[in-house]
């Protein structure tokens, strides 16, 4: 909701469509699970669990719901169980775009990402590759660094490891309490 009216704004943009996987990720690899075991060990059993706890924090500040900001941009909103589903390879053929959009999404397939002519770029709320499947923010608080960013890159087989498009770092705004900074 929030990178959909700067794309819907541009000249040199053509919004055709935005898929909406509703449901949870489908793939459950042992290379996702280990990944993700390496990372539970790293901070323990309690940062694991805090890391649950602190999700939300990163859901909040004012949004339009994508519905809503479809329907006011007149961008056609289609819905998907799974996004690496047969029902979302149906969706991408019949938009005919020329290059996928991911914001939000996990490991996606190749056969989702290989449909549009130049492929798939992904937003990530953090720099690459030091903060492959990141949340936005914690980990380089949690490695006591003053700096955050964003990356642009294309999608290929493994997560978060496509070649660096656009790469931005900037300073984390410290607050008073972690929630206060991560929203920020």
Same mark, same amino acid.
């Given at each position: 909701?929030?990178?959909?009216?700067?794309?819907?704004?541009?000249?040199? +943009?053509?919004?055709?469509?935005? +898929? @909406?996987?509703?449901?949870?990720?489908?793939?459950?690899?042992? =290379?996702?699970?280990?990944?993700?075991?390496?990372?539970? &060990? *790293? +901070?323990?059993? @309690?940062?694991?669990?805090?890391?649950?706890?602190?999700?939300?924090?990163?859901?909040?500040? *004012?949004?339009?719901?994508?519905?809503?900001?479809?329907?006011? @941009?007149?961008?056609?909103? #289609?819905? =998907?169980?799974?996004?690496?589903?047969?029902? =979302?390879?149906?969706?991408?053929?019949?938009?005919?775009?020329?290059?996928?959009?991911?914001?939000? !999404?996990? %490991?996606?397939? *190749?056969?989702?990402?290989?449909? #549009?002519?130049?492929? &798939?770029?992904?937003?990530?709320?953090?720099? @690459?590759?030091?903060? #492959? !499947?990141? #949340?936005?923010? +914690?980990?380089?608080?949690?490695? &006591?660094?003053?700096?955050?960013?964003? =990356?642009?890159?294309?999608?290929?087989? *493994?997560?978060?490891?496509?070649?660096?498009? %656009?790469?931005?770092?900037?300073?984390?705004?410290?607050?008073?309490?972690?929630?206060?900074?991560?929203?920020?």
């Amino acid at each position: 909701s929030r990178c959909l009216p700067e794309l819907a704004a541009s000249d040199t +943009i053509d919004v055709v469509s935005v +898929i @909406l996987a509703e449901g949870p990720p489908t793939h459950a690899s042992w =290379t996702l699970r280990k990944r993700k075991f390496k990372k539970a &060990m *790293k +901070i323990g059993i @309690l940062g694991a669990l805090n890391g649950v706890r602190i999700r939300p924090w990163f859901r909040s500040g *004012k949004t339009e719901h994508i519905e809503t900001l479809c329907d006011r @941009l007149a961008i056609p909103l #289609q819905r =998907t169980a799974a996004l690496n589903s047969d029902r =979302t390879l149906e969706l991408l053929t019949a938009a005919d775009a020329d290059l996928g959009i991911s914001v939000g !999404n996990g %490991y996606i397939a *190749k056969r989702v990402f290989s449909v #549009q002519r130049f492929g &798939m770029i992904n937003f990530h709320g953090e720099r @690459l590759p030091e903060y #492959q !499947n990141a #949340q936005s923010v +914690i980990w380089p608080i949690y490695n &006591m660094e003053i700096t955050t960013g964003l =990356t642009i890159h294309e999608i290929d087989e *493994k997560i978060d490891t496509g070649r660096i498009l %656009y790469k931005e770092e900037y300073p984390i705004e410290f607050h008073p309490s972690l929630e206060a900074t991560v929203s920020t």
